[in-house]
């Protein structure tokens, strides 16, 4: 299902270092989430945004930023990457009024 | 105490055999409950919702609500070696708009 798109799939980074995850979905969902999951700790949020000019920190916002630049597209950003960064993540969408979540395939980032 | 509890395995039953999934969670007020399947490596996909006390079935599925003790479950009949995966429970916060997934149950089965 391609409804949901990450990029990059997999990425290789050294500490220190800025990177971008991207999320693009074609389902015309008005709210976008990141999560990152780790062996044993679930899905945690990272951020959720219901609507381009509405950004909202999640449980676990610190060393990551985000960016909506359209309905469709939702950016995360590690500002200056270290190692316990290194996570599965995902992005995932829903519509306000409708409580289901659709992830992404997911980006697994390893930190360095 | 977590908001979503789940027991995180693994549960091993043998192929044909009904797999038993458990959750409970904290919030009384919460109304709406899903269960993600999530193979290895791959993302979480939606197998189930629930939002009214009793039993929802779907297929070999079955959620059970049960608001009154807070607690969710997940039935699996005829479990078959395909159904191996981790199994998320996720509780929907109507307040904030947000989901709060549990740590999964993690189930094995063997043919």
């Known amino acids: 299902d391609a409804d949901v798109t990450q990029t990059p799939r997999n990425r290789i980074t050294k500490t220190g270092k800025r990177i971008m995850l991207e999320c693009s979905q074609t389902?015309?969902?008005?709210?976008m989430y990141w999560y990152r999951q780790d062996p044993g700790l679930g899905l945690r949020l990272i951020y959720y945004?219901?609507?381009?000019?509405?950004?909202n920190k999640g449980e676990i916002s610190d060393g990551y930023s985000v960016s909506r630049q359209a309905q469709a597209k939702f950016s995360l950003s590690l500002e200056s990457a270290i190692p316990n960064q290194t996570a599965l993540y995902f992005c995932?969408?829903?519509?306000?009024?409708?409580?289901?979540?659709?992830f992404g395939p997911g980006t697994r980032l390893l930190v360095l | 105490q977590k908001e979503v509890e789940q027991n995180s395995g693994p549960l091993s039953v043998p192929e044909g055999a009904i797999a038993s999934l458990n959750c409970t969670y904290s919030?009384?007020?919460?109304?709406?409950f899903f269960w993600y399947r999530q193979y290895s490596g791959k993302s979480p996909e939606l197998i189930m919702s629930?939002?009214?006390?009793g039993d929802k079935e779907d297929g070999r599925f079955t959620a059970q609500l049960n608001k009154a003790s807070q607690y969710v479950s997940l039935l699996i009949r005829d479990s078959q070696p395909s159904d191996s995966a981790t199994y998320l429970c996720?509780?929907?916060?109507?307040?904030?708009?947000?989901?709060?997934f549990g740590q999964g149950t993690t189930l094995q089965v063997k043919p």
């Open positions: 919030d009384r007020g919460s109304q709406s």
């Open positions: 945004s219901f609507d381009v000019k509405d950004i």
């Open positions: 629930i939002y009214s006390n």
């Open positions: 996720a509780v929907y916060r109507s307040n904030t708009g947000k989901l709060i």
């Open positions: 389902k015309g969902h008005d709210r």
């Open positions: 995932a969408t829903s519509v306000r009024g409708q409580e289901t979540q659709y």
